[in-house]
């Protein structure tokens, strides 16, 4: 059985930059642990699997440890796929997943997503999370993930996080983030409970960050950046209980994956 594969650099304006995922075009569903089994080969942050399906694919996300409910920058890639791979003549691409439906819609080189926004809950700071961080933050937010605030760029930059102390807090990942230099926030994310210790730029984690930000800066739209070592730009709006995420996508590698027949 032979699969076609795609390595897709998301958030990103050329190659080697933004968030590789790997996308999976696919007929029909095979058996769940094939489906981790090839992403645990990829050793991806992402890979992406899609079928045709009645409102348009039905779309899943897997790390290398275990399959996730919602991936920004698989989801960018998976767009960039139909539209630029696959043929996909309509303005817009329509995904069911386990958090609804995601609509895409091309908007010149801009690839835009609406999501649902996850806006998070003031809360005590836990002391696992400043341990692992290495300093204190200002304040930190429940959501999804714990989101730690912090005074500048320079302080999201200088961070070495302990990786161990940080995977065992009881959330998903940490999102470290403060007001940017040169846009309206950055921030980094961590996620090494599900094989992510991190990723480069994550769509997901804007859905908590944007109504964060939207609050303390008085403006709907912002521009952000996460400043891993590949790095990546990310356009956010707030519209009442969606956040729409913009960006760009480029094909790094197209491959085929041979499955044996006994699999």
Same mark, same amino acid.
């Given at each position: 059985?032979?699969?076609?594969?795609?390595?897709?650099?998301?958030?990103?304006?050329?190659?080697?930059?933004?968030?590789?995922?790997?996308?999976?075009?696919?007929?029909?569903?095979?058996?769940?642990?094939?489906?981790?089994?090839?992403?645990?080969?990829?050793?991806?942050?992402?890979?992406?699997?899609?079928?045709?399906?009645?409102?348009?694919?039905?779309?899943?996300?897997?790390?290398?440890?275990?399959?996730?409910?919602?991936?920004?920058?698989?989801?960018?890639?998976?767009?960039?796929?139909?539209?630029?791979?696959? +043929?996909? /003549?309509?303005? !817009?691409? *329509?995904?069911?997943?386990?958090?609804?439906?995601?609509?895409?819609?091309? &908007?010149?080189? @801009?690839?835009?997503?609406?999501?649902?926004?996850?806006?998070?809950?003031?809360?005590?700071?836990?002391?696992?999370?400043?341990?692992?961080?290495?300093?204190?933050?200002?304040?930190?937010?429940?959501?999804?993930?714990?989101?730690?605030?912090?005074?500048?760029?320079?302080?999201?930059?200088?961070?070495?996080?302990?990786?161990?102390?940080?995977?065992?807090?009881?959330?998903?990942?940490?999102?470290?983030?403060?007001?940017?230099?040169?846009?309206?926030?950055?921030?980094?994310?961590?996620?090494?409970?599900?094989?992510?210790?991190?990723?480069?730029?994550? +769509?997901? /984690?804007?859905? !908590?960050? *944007?109504?964060?930000?939207?609050?303390?800066?008085?403006?709907?739209?912002? &521009?952000?950046? @996460?400043?891993?070592?590949?790095?990546?730009?990310?356009?956010?709006?707030?519209?009442?209980?969606?956040?729409?995420?913009?960006?760009?996508?480029?094909?790094?590698?197209?491959?085929?994956?041979?499955?044996?027949?006994?699999?």
């Amino acid at each position: 059985m032979i699969l076609r594969q795609f390595q897709i650099d998301a958030f990103a304006t050329r190659a080697f930059e933004g968030n590789p995922a790997a996308v999976c075009p696919l007929e029909r569903w095979l058996p769940d642990d094939l489906l981790q089994a090839i992403a645990e080969e990829n050793n991806l942050s992402e890979t992406a699997f899609f079928v045709p399906s009645g409102k348009g694919f039905a779309l899943r996300w897997f790390t290398p440890v275990s399959e996730v409910d919602l991936c920004g920058h698989a989801t960018l890639a998976s767009a960039h796929v139909l539209f630029e791979h696959l +043929g996909h /003549a309509k303005p !817009e691409i *329509t995904f069911e997943t386990r958090s609804g439906d995601l609509v895409v819609e091309r &908007d010149g080189v @801009q690839l835009v997503m609406d999501f649902p926004a996850c806006p998070p809950r003031r809360c005590a700071i836990p002391d696992m999370l400043t341990e692992g961080l290495g300093r204190r933050p200002v304040e930190v937010l429940a959501g999804d993930d714990y989101l730690a605030v912090f005074e500048s760029e320079a302080d999201i930059r200088a961070i070495v996080p302990n990786h161990a102390l940080l995977s065992r807090l009881d959330l998903r990942g940490v999102c470290i983030t403060a007001p940017g230099d040169s846009v309206d926030f950055v921030s980094r994310f961590f996620a090494p409970k599900y094989g992510i210790p991190e990723d480069p730029v994550t +769509g997901s /984690a804007h859905c !908590e960050l *944007t109504p964060y930000w939207v609050e303390k800066l008085g403006r709907n739209s912002l &521009d952000a950046r @996460q400043i891993s070592r590949r790095g990546g730009d990310i356009g956010c709006e707030l519209r009442g209980d969606r956040v729409r995420l913009s960006g760009q996508a480029v094909s790094f590698m197209t491959a085929e994956i041979d499955i044996p027949v006994q699999l």
